[in-house]
């Protein structure tokens, strides 16, 4: 009786035991105990912290940009126009000069005595014109009372002309000396920069088709830049009568942006079948001379009404195969994918023409490692790339 009493203690002791442990098993099961939350949240990443900037948005006027080159207005190349020794180089090599600045005297003393003998012949030819003018008019008299034979009158009239066309070839003789004997003070036709002189003082120079090169001359200010612009460009800025109000910037090769404002000085008058392009020559100030003729410049033609639009710093573009891409920030702090569509340059910023609306906040450093639905802790920058924090509008 005992022994019967003693099993089914055991059993009633068995069964309250693994019922105990089956209530701790579903205990600590359960998803959404406090426990396993603390698990969790101990194990999870922290967010990732990037930098992100609201998008920028004001007007613009759209531009397209080119690669040509600097021109001078003036490109002078000085030769000799008569021929003789050079006695004087009155520049130093690379200065600037006005017009009229003497650049080379060539030894002037031939062509002075042929002035004076050009004179010497003048003089000559007035005596002989006043002598036959006077003979002339007494022939005139004399026919008159038919007391001079009409031979003798013919010869009196025909030296009076002879001589009148010899006093004109006596004239442009000396005409000729003068400026013959000008030629020897070489002057600057124009204001500009120098070259060096390839003739120096001691040369003998010659005329015609074997002038030597003595220096060439380029003017300053204003200067032209030349470059090539594509069809859609001309018809849509410059094929009207007020190209000339169209803003044209310049940058040179070591300069980010654009430090010179000019305008469209001319336009060719045929489009290059070949390449599609028109050639355009703008017109720029040169004021401080660092402008030189060859130099490499970048180009910004505008045109068109100014517009809103969208802008961000081209770091915060992610390409996807053929697709360009940003990550927006949400108002949970979580990025999201958004396809876009660029546009032009503007100071320095990107066009976006589709994808993003004005308020918007996306990533701009960091975007590597960031994926789309992720939390991120945001670093509040401006657009410009700096790191100078701005108040979070979230």
């Known amino acids: 009786m005992s022994n019967t009493r003693n099993r089914k203690y055991a059993a009633l002791g068995a069964t309250l035991v693994l019922a105990g442990a089956g209530a701790l098993t579903v205990f600590h099961g359960h998803g959404d105990s406090p426990v396993n939350s603390a698990v969790a949240a101990s194990n999870a990443a922290p967010p990732t912290e990037v930098d992100v900037a609201p998008v920028v948005a004001r007007s613009v006027t759209d531009y397209q940009s080119y690669s040509g080159r600097l021109e001078a207005i003036d490109k002078v190349e000085i030769r000799p126009l008569v021929s003789g020794t050079i006695v004087a180089v009155h520049f130093k090599d690379g200065a600037l000069v006005k017009k009229g600045d003497p650049l080379f005297t060539i030894d002037p003393r031939p062509y002075v005595a042929e002035v004076d003998r050009a004179s010497a012949q003048l003089a000559a030819a007035q005596a002989r014109n006043g002598y036959t003018s006077t003979d002339a008019a007494r022939a005139d008299r004399l026919l008159v009372d038919n007391a001079i034979a009409k031979r003798d009158y013919d010869q009196a009239q025909n030296a009076a002309r002879e001589a009148q066309a010899n006093l004109k070839a006596a004239q442009a003789a000396l005409e000729t000396a003068k400026i013959n004997l000008g030629y020897t003070n070489i002057v600057a036709p124009v204001s500009g920069r120098v070259s060096r ?198």
């Open 197 to 394: 002189a390839e003739m120096t003082v001691g040369n003998i120079v010659s005329t015609g088709s074997s002038a030597p090169l003595l220096t060439t001359l380029v003017s300053v200010s204003p200067i032209y830049a030349s470059f090539d612009v594509d069809e859609q460009t001309y018809l849509r800025y410059l094929s009207h009568d007020s190209r000339g109000s169209v803003p044209v910037s310049l940058g040179l090769a070591n300069e980010d942006g654009y430090s010179r404002e000019g305008k469209v000085d001319s336009v060719d008058n045929r489009l290059d079948t070949g390449s599609g392009t028109i050639r355009v020559r703008a017109r720029f100030d040169n004021g401080d001379g660092a402008l030189l003729p060859g130099l490499y410049a970048r180009i910004k033609v505008g045109g068109g009404a100014p517009h809103p639009a969208v802008l961000i710093d081209d770091a915060a573009i992610g390409t996807d195969q053929d697709k360009k891409f940003v990550m927006v920030v949400d108002h949970d702090n979580r990025a999201q994918y958004r396809e876009v569509t660029l546009g032009t340059q503007n100071d320095g910023l990107r066009v976006i023409v589709k994808g993003l609306q004005p308020g918007e906040r996306i990533v701009i450093n960091g975007l590597q490692r960031v994926r789309p639905n992720d939390v991120i802790k945001p670093n509040v920058v401006v657009m410009s790339g700096t790191s100078t924090p701005v108040k979070d509008a979230s």
